[in-house]
């Protein structure tokens, strides 16, 4: 085996072993200082669950990098890579901080965007436009925008650990394909203490990341999209990361749209992501968690497939993809998991006549499947 792929495997296997290890160490840890994830409001367990997963990942993470950099220096960039790992711990540091005693909104957004122009003025920006004012705008928009959506998806057991572990490993793929070591280990690193971390977080979790692991994750994520670099034209390669986190960001994307609409704060929590939809409707929740797992799988293959397609093919492969996702999220953006949506909804199956009505839903009983499913839901 060429060394180089040596590496690779070194760093996903001890980040992996090493995650999976400190986790359940991190989860006693937190059960002795009360570092717990409290039920109520949005929340959808009813006992409360550790915190600190993240930290395990974390530390799993930064440790096989900086052991790898003195085993064999990294042949470029080591001032970026430093960089990067360091801004990263931050962020997660901030996150622990957000779990462990409340942050507002503000101070954590405007710590983001220091984290994004750190990173840009270090030389890791996007090459759009070719216009360093656009680029550099457009760079702290997707770190900052991929770091808030992993954060807002981590709101079902094993969903966030496990769609990282999926966009880490295409992201290793595509690096290693062309040549990028550094972006390749790194992403092999990141995709061993997801999966070490998801043993312990898959449902029922017995740990949770909290903000600590997933903004950690988001920011890396974003950095490494952002690193990568193909032969294909510059439209296409900046396709290639979005399909990649194409989950994360259509999550994001129909649950702003929806709370806006509904008149709902786009900032606050709740159980209208792409995930809660599915369970609301009668799907199981591994199951609905291994449905965006698939559908994270099934983009990966897209980006590379685009990573490899002349401008014009892309542009058609990529708006055949916008259309699905579009269908998909109008469908999603359907499901009633409002409160004042479900009232309305309720009321209108009470008040029309049954021979009026042209769903399904005529042969429901008097309480209404509506019902059962809000009641399925907030069980769950």
């Not at 962020?91 to 710590?111: E, K, N, T, W, Y």
């Not at 704060?265 to 159980?271: D, E, H, T």
Request: glycine letters at 10%; hydrophobic letters at 55%.
């Amino acid at each position: 085996m060429d060394l180089t792929w040596t590496a690779y495997l070194w760093a996903f296997s001890l980040s992996l072993i090493a995650a999976f290890g400190l986790t359940p160490l991190a989860l006693r840890i937190a059960q002795r200082f009360g570092a717990l994830d409290q039920p109520g409001a949005y929340k959808t367990q009813d006992s409360p669950v550790p915190y600190l997963g993240g930290v395990a990942m974390v530390v799993a993470f930064a440790g096989v990098i900086v052991i790898g950099s003195f085993l064999r220096a990294p042949p470029s960039g080591a001032n970026q890579l430093a960089l990067v790992v360091g801004v990263g711990v931050g962020l997660s540091m901030v996150g622990l901080l957000d779990d462990l005693r409340g942050l507002h909104p503000l101070p954590r957004f405007a710590l983001q965007l220091a984290a994004a122009i750190a990173v840009w003025t270090a030389g890791i920006s996007i090459e759009l436009f070719h216009q360093p004012a656009a680029d550099a705008v457009l760079t702290v928009i997707w770190i900052v925008g991929i770091t808030n959506a992993f954060n807002l998806l981590d709101n079902m057991d094993g969903l966030s650990a496990g769609l990282a572990a999926i966009a880490s490993g295409f992201f290793f793929l595509l690096g290693a394909l062309n040549g990028q070591i550094a972006v390749a280990a790194l992403a092999a690193a990141l995709a061993g203490c997801s999966l070490g971390f998801l043993r312990h977080n898959f449902h029922p979790a017995r740990i949770y990341m909290g903000d600590a692991g997933s903004l950690f994750l988001g920011f890396l994520l974003a950095v490494i999209g952002v690193k990568l670099s193909f032969p294909a034209p510059k439209e296409i390669a900046f396709m290639v990361p979005v399909l990649v986190l194409g989950v994360a960001i259509f999550d994001t994307s129909v649950v702003v749209i929806n709370r806006l609409f509904h008149r709902l704060s786009p900032f606050a929590g709740g159980r209208d992501h792409i995930s809660h939809r599915l369970v609301f409707v009668g799907v199981p929740v591994r199951s609905a968690v291994a449905l965006v797992y698939a559908a994270g799988i099934g983009l990966g293959w897209l980006a590379v497939v685009m990573s490899r397609l002349d401008t014009a093919t892309g542009f058609i492969l990529m708006g055949f993809a916008a259309a699905v996702s579009i269908f998909a999220g109008v469908m999603l953006g359907r499901v009633p998991v409002y409160e004042h949506s479900r009232r309305r909804r309720v009321m209108l199956m009470e008040v029309v006549p049954h021979e009026e009505r042209s769903q399904p839903a005529v042969t429901s009983p008097p309480d209404g499947d509506d019902v059962k499913h809000v009641n399925a839901a907030e069980a769950t």
